[in-house]
């Protein structure tokens, strides 16, 4: 057994398989734990070679907003890593235009380069995942 | 079929646990195979061997273990996710197995569906 | 694909933002909470009579009887228990839980 | 250490005090525990003798609502418990119109006598009151 | 009496609640993911505005920092920290929590 | 005055407890009385002496229990809703107690103002 976030067992057979694999934010940070433990899903997975997304709609697009200092909430400020996430080939960050502008919020808000489609394509880009994680 | 659950919330304070194990039980029944249950999140707490529900309430914990006993159902606990929520071997339940998140998107790999069931 | 909707539509936005991403050939299932959303007679019973057009929308009837409301269904939503959950489950490519 | 809902300490000194204690219920049954634990320490309060109401708003009117049927989600049904408090001497269950209205609820839906009181009748009540319990 | 709500506008209906619940002398403080309601610009901002007309709305600025939004806060709107929480929760003769 | 405090939410999960702490603190040090912390829901789960978050992060089973120790304010642990969790005097964090119901009821009464923090 590994500590934290670890415990990643490369030796289980996945058989070689690539799967799309979708996932899904729709919930703001800090007032909930799911969008870091979303994160952190997200890290593991990018040892397993599969072809992994992120979507975030509804209030999950405040996940990526810059500008947060968590330090006056005592709480560990997490945003700065989905911009390591391109040192991990995780690249496919998408963001609702409906959502962000329901939001008040423009493109040049987020911490980290985003792709923005609208709720169309954020449906299309449902559509077409194997694997599909929400939390 | 092959199909993995992946369980995001606590016993008793949310409805998704009941629905998953009435999923699997449905499943089961209709002869597909559950390849792993991934508790993540406050969904650790489903392995709890201090739990004790009233008498005349149904008991969570135990049975998800007699479920994976008579089935052969793997049940993984996100070590990251049981730490911070004082989980650990020393009240894990009988049955469950505390792992890292590997295992969960492993179970997305080798699963037909990944069924998920949260807040 | 299969959306599952577990949360009620007079308390979250989540059943409004599910029916806005269906694509042609997609279903949504309601559970738990989100059975709410298969009323007849609410502030949401428009929106999802709407969809029901376009997309066939199921509810999981076991949680229609806990919460006592098996004879307010809309007409055209179909009643499944935990078996027919399965296998719309297995019935769909993949599945989708709006948490 | 007492089991379940019990360990009431009635020893404990409350200056015999009666303030005006409100349960505030917004949340739909079954899908969370809060009905249930709200209506847990509705109980408890009884015992201390104090100006009890209950208040069911927004998804809480679903709580008191008939017909309710849990075998099949194999969780207990609580809903018969409201038409006990009557032999605790709490009887001021409140309704919110709106609420019951938007829902497509009647009065004769109720498991229990209830008033029916509208938005600004609620707003009053809210204020009125000493302590203010929700979950 | 003071309301606090710890819910995102664009997420729950609790601080729409909220607001059509508050009479004269009442105070509303947004905290937590509440905060998101303090905000202009958003789908909520109009109906925020509207009740700041004829209550004080305090919003707690930590949770605001926290989130990334300081530059976004409704004009009008106070801003507390913790000891400023504390401080209205004496002020005012009782509270409630919109959970 | 008389503060009570009710924390329905467990800890990390949810930031009711986070709150709730940054307040009592913030009281305590304008020389307002805490008078007892409830901890009822999956608020009873801040009590785990098992509790064990990543390094860099805050212990929120730990820090309510220096607050409580340095500043005798009484925190109990409801026994219904902890049982259904998995909270025992086993697992039960120095300085909670697990009591009754009536021990929130008897918090509203006692208190000049209850808060609550919840999700």
Known sequence: MTEATGGIEMEEDTGGKVKKFLYINRKAPY???YALESLEVVLIS?????????????DGVYQVVKGQ???????????????ALEGYDIEKLYVEKESMEARGLKEEDFIVPVKVINTAEMADLMQSQDVIMSF | MK???????????????????????????????????????????????????PQDDRHIVNRWQKLAKD???????????????????ENLQEGFRISGLGQLVETGIQSDRLVTFGD | MLHTVNKSPTERNTLESCLK???????????????????RGTSS???????????????LY??????????????????????????????????????
């Open chain 1, 31 to 33: 007032g909930t734990i």
């Open chain 1, 46 to 58: 990018a040892a397993f070679d599969q072809d992994v997304s992120l979507a975030f709609l509804d």
């Open chain 1, 69 to 83: 200092h968590t330090k006056p909430i005592d709480v560990k400020n997490f945003s700065p890593t989905y911009r």
């Open chain 2, 3 to 53: 199909l993995g659950i992946l369980i995001n919330e606590g016993p008793y304070t949310h409805q998704a646990s009941d629905t998953a194990y009435l999923f699997a039980k449905a499943a089961i029944e209709k002869g597909h195979k559950i390849h792993r249950v991934f508790f993540y999140n406050d969904g650790v707490y489903n392995s709890s061997r201090l739990t004790e529900p």
């Open chain 2, 71 to 89: 089935h052969h159902i793997d049940l993984v606990v996100c070590v990251a996710a049981a730490l911070r929520r004082g989980i650990k071997d």
């Open chain 3, 21 to 39: 991403h269906l694509k042609k050939g997609s279903a949504v299932l309601l559970i738990e909470d989100g059975v709410y959303g298969a009323l």
């Open chain 3, 45 to 59: 019973t428009k929106m999802v009579e709407q969809a029901l057009k376009n997309h066939p929308i199921y509810a």
């Open chain 3, 62 to 99: 076991p949680d229609i009887e806990a919460r006592g409301m098996q004879d307010r269904v809309i007409e055209g939503i179909k009643l499944v228990d935990y078996s027919g959950f399965v296998d719309l489950a297995v019935e769909y490519p993949s599945i989708q839980a709006w948490l």
